[in-house]
């Protein structure tokens, strides 16, 4: 599977309503690959959640224990790359994004990239709701608007880490622009640091938004 590179900086979580995670399991998959093909066929947000659950369920899961807390935890099927990945001193991209899921009280269960399918980074989770969640990393500004058009493709929830700028005013307007393009988004959710800063589809709506957007930035530094 492909690593992602080092990140740094800014990190962007774009979203929907958590998914249910209490409810019984429906879906019966055969294999994690198979289930992530279903989770794009299926148009209920039931549907959608019995295959996240059902992925979680899944005994082949690892945790990694040099990650992970004693509330929350990062879980792979893939532990033995990754250990030889890190002994580099590198921290792969999607692992320092589950970090800071794992620091704002959720698990993160870390998902194969299926050839030729289409398919997001990670599942996360936080008490009774799920995310299915796709990361990207930026060097600079210009190709937000890009990655969060492209990253919709792939899920209804995408994580962009954005290396190269502070500008406050063109994150805001990128992001409300993101809404406007691609009606699945719900929610932003940015990590500055390891704090978690929320926008909703309703507050992009505000004629003063960016107004809006920088007062919360101020207010969370």
């Not at 998959?29 to 198979?34: P, S, Y």
């Not at 690892?62 to 890190?86: C, G, H, P, V």
């Not at 309703?202 to 107004?211: E, I, S």
């Amino acid at each position: 599977m492909p690593y992602p590179e080092r990140t740094e900086d800014i990190i962007l979580l774009v979203c929907e309503p958590a998914a249910e995670y209490g409810k019984p399991i429906v879906y019966q998959g055969t294999t994690i690959a198979n289930a992530l093909k279903d989770y794009y066929s299926f148009t209920t947000n039931r549907e959608k959640v019995d295959v996240l659950k059902w992925i979680v369920a899944q005994p082949d899961f690892a945790e990694m224990q040099r990650f992970s807390t004693t509330e929350n935890k990062i879980f792979t099927l893939y532990k033995n790359q990754y250990d030889e990945i890190l002994k580099t001193g590198e921290i792969p991209n999607n692992l320092q994004i589950a970090q800071k899921f794992v620091a704002n009280g959720y698990d993160v269960f870390l998902l194969p990239n299926p050839m030729h399918s289409t398919s997001a980074d990670f599942i996360v989770r936080k008490k009774s709701f799920l995310f299915y969640v796709e990361a990207k990393t930026l060097n600079g500004k210009n190709s937000l608007d890009h990655r969060l058009h492209k990253g919709a493709k792939q899920s209804e929830h995408i994580a962009v880490n954005i290396i190269g700028t502070h500008d406050v005013d063109y994150i805001a307007r990128t992001i409300k622009s993101a809404f406007e393009r691609n009606c699945e988004l719900k929610n932003v959710i940015i990590f500055k640091g390891s704090r978690l800063i929320k926008t909703t589809a309703v507050d992009v709506q505000k004629n003063d938004y960016p107004k809006f957007f920088r007062r919360i930035w101020i207010q969370n530094k």
